[in-house]
């Protein structure tokens, strides 16, 4: 079974700094995936990753994967307010058809 | 654009009553989800569907049931609300066999009293 972690939980971060938020999955996933969701609102696609070594990039995030390593990260790179939110990342397990596995989330708050 | 649509932002309903939960996709997408989210659970799947009239278990689906009659339509159902489903529901659809990406409704927030 998939089981997909993510850390750290909750970051705090100043404007202007950087951090990378990490992703572990436990089997064999060659599609990960990252989605933002805003307080009380719904889960939105970021990015989608669907082999090893893919990187991909939206202004100042920044998605990898390494399938060797069962890991992806997500970059942040100069912080801004507006990139407050919860990221989630999740897997997906051949077995389980198109069926993915999402991580716990991670609360990130950028402070001026 | 994608577009997932469920009928209600907000619902509050007393215990015991049945409770139905809709979610529509303009997509033409094979697979619907119904997710919960609470604090400190993250999301948990309670029942998918690959196609009309199949479902399918997720992780939770004691207390719930599922329709799904028309491909771009799959209800949640609460035979019997009680508070402790009293929770986010997300639905999220995607297409079989391309690259998995789940695309998500805007949820509904329901509290059972």
Redesign the interface.
Known sequence: ELKVEQNPLFLSMQEGKNYTIYCNYSTTSD?L?W?RQDPG?????LF?L?SNGAVKQEGRLMASLDTKARLSTLHITAAVHDLSATY?C?G?QETS????T????TQLTVNP | DVKVTQSSRYLVKRTGEKVFLECVQDMDHE?M?WYRQDPGL??R?IY?S?DVKMKEK?DIPEGYSVSREKKERFSLILESASTNQTSMY?C?S???DR?????????TRLTVT
Not at chain 1, 41 to 45: F, G, I, R, T, Y
Not at chain 1, 102 to 105: H, T
């Open positions: 599609r995936y989605y609102k719904s889960l939105e696609s989608v669907l989630f999740a997906n058809g198109s069926r993915l999402f991580g716990e989330g | 697979n989800f993250g999301l799947l998918f690959y997720g997300l999220a995607s297409w079989l690259s998995y990406e789940q695309y998500f409704g805007p949820g």
